[in-house]
Each structure stands twice: as structure tokens, then as C-alpha cells.
């Protein structure tokens, strides 16, 4: 299995506050996500990370922000949480070169009440 | 833009039926295509892929075949067991490293 942890596994929150939750590998993988599981709605991407310090928005990146300040760490925050961000949140890690190596590997999750 | 269209579910089976999930995609060029599943309280996990037309992703017992002229990805096991039951997703990767999935499938077998 892929070297990757997320803190917290579980969160309860209240509306407004600032919440992080962190991605860690131990793979060195260049690429690292932040996904979204909602039911219906199956997994959309935050926002992605291309290398250090180098961030880009995905589908659903409004009130989420991102840092990547070391290869292995990858820091999602909602600046201002809502109770429509209450979520499973999952942090995936690739090291894309080709097709060859096209696969993304996944980490527990993240579950995430905001009240 | 990319998409992927799964069927939807729930989807419940018998032990040892055979399974099958639809699934089509809509994307420029020439994707890679692929099959996650994902177990009770768990994350995601890569259950087969294919990365150009005609082939053919397998692994426990599923298969997958990239089908171009139809758009198609369809998942298919012979024989199912109980712990198969898990939600299966479907995704595509187009001209960038970002995955687009499908709503996912929700599979039920029972004894």
C-alpha cells in the first residue's frame, strides 16, 4: 500500500471557523490531490499539487485553499467553514511520468461535520 | 469537457451471479481509463485500468475492456462473492493528470 496519512480522520466543527487537514506521503510522489466524496456526486477534485509550492484549482475549489510547502506534505484549509463543505475528504498522490505510471493511489479519508 | 456516466445503483446480487457495470465516458484525444473500488470506511483503491483502445484491464477476477468506437469502459466479474460488495467507480484520465470519475456504483451481494 501506498505510504500516504491524513489527519484528522474524523472532525466536528462549527460554522465559521477555520479548519486544515493534512496530506502526508512517504512515496515522494510529485503529484498529491484533494478530492471531495459526496453521494451522488462521486469524487471531485479541490485543488492539486504539481510540485512543491506549486498549486492549481480543480472543479469545486471555491472556499478551500491549499499549501505545499515540502514534497511529502500537501495542507487543505477551508478558510471559513460551511455546512455545505461537511464532506469525506480524500487526498490521492501520483507519480505520473506516462501511462505506464498513470495511477492514483488514495488515503483513508478524512470526514469532516460542520454544524 | 471530460465526464464519465456510470449506471446508477444500488445494485444487488446473489452470490456467484455475474455482474456488470455500464459505464461511457465523453473526452477530447485519448484517455486512460480505469476502474476504482471502494471498500466500507476505506479510501479508494485501483482495481484495473487500460490506457488505449483494446485493451484489457483485469485483476480479481474483474475485467474491463477500452472500447473507443463505443466510449465504453464496462465492468464485468463471472462469478461474484460477498466480499465483493464495496462501491465501484469508474474514472478517466484525458490530456492532464487529473482523474474525472463517475457517481460510483453501489454493489450488495448476498449469501
Known amino acids: 500500500d501506498a505510504g500516504i496519512t491524513q489527519s484528522p480522520r474524523h472532525k466536528v466543527t462549527e460554522t465559521g471557523t477555520p479548519v486544515t487537514l493534512r496530506c502526508h506521503q512517504t512515496e515522494n510522489h510529485r503529484y498529491m490531490y484533494w478530492y471531495r466524496q459526496d453521494p451522488g456526486h462521486g469524487l471531485r477534485l479541490i485543488h492539486y499539487?504539481?510540485?512543491?509550492?506549486?498549486?492549481d484549482k480543480g472543479e469545486v475549489s471555491d472556499g478551500y485553499s491549499v499549501s505545499r510547502s515540502k514534497t511529502e506534505d500537501f495542507l487543505l484549509t477551508l478558510e471559513s467553514a460551511t455546512s455545505s463543505q461537511t464532506s469525506v475528504y480524500f487526498c490521492a498522490i501520483s507519480d505520473y511520468r506516462g501511462r505506464d505510471t498513470d495511477t492514483q493511489y488514495f488515503g483513508p479519508g478524512t470526514r469532516l461535520t460542520v454544524l | 469537457g471530460d465526464s464519465v456516466t456510470q449506471m446508477e445503483g444500488p445494485v444487488t446480487l446473489s452470490e456467484e451471479a455475474f455482474l456488470t457495470i455500464n459505464c461511457t465516458y465523453t473526452?477530447?484525444?485519448?484517455?486512460?481509463l480505469f476502474w476504482y473500488v471502494q471498500y466500507p470506511g476505506e479510501g479508494l483503491q485501483l482495481l484495473l485500468k487500460a490506457t488505449k483502445a483494446d485493451d484489457k484491464g483485469s485483476n480479481k477476477g474483474f475485467e474491463a475492456t477500452y472500447r473507443k468506437e463505443t466510449t465504453s469502459f464496462h465492468l464485468e466479474k463471472g462469478s461474484v462473492q460477498v466480499s465483493d460488495s464495496a462501491v465501484y467507480f469508474c474514472a478517466l484520465r484525458g490530456n492532464d493528470y487529473k482523474l474525472s470519475f463517475g457517481a460510483g456504483t453501489t454493489v450488495t451481494v448476498r449469501a
Open positions: 473526452a477530447t484525444g485519448y484517455p486512460s
Open positions: 499539487s504539481y510540485g512543491v509550492k506549486d498549486t
